[in-house]
């Protein structure tokens, strides 16, 4: 089942970054509105952790839709 906002998130996430299919911790930073410290700690977490591929020892990449899924799980829980 379709988590509530994933395609809300999804587009937002597509307009900001027409064409791409992923997004580097900086870019998910902006989108999220935090600093991109945050971003790489939360990429770490044992518990809902920010999905994320390592393409390589110096770069990641974080999906655009896993994001805009992850994104629907916070929001989801903090909503009342």
């Keep these: 089942m379709e988590k509530p906002n994933y395609r809300e998130n999804l587009e937002t996430i597509r307009e900001l970054f027409p064409g791409r299919i992923s997004i580097s911790p900086h870019e998910a930073a902006a989108v999220l509105g935090v600093n ?7 990429m770490k977490r044992r518990n809902n952790p920010i999905p994320s591929i390592m393409v390589n020892k110096k770069r990641t990449a974080i999906p655009i839709a896993a994001l805009a899924k992850w994104m629907s799980s916070i929001t989801h829980h903090l909503a009342p």
């Excluded at 991109?36 to 939360?42: C, D, G, I, W």
């Design 36 to 42: 991109v410290k945050t971003v790489y700690e939360s």
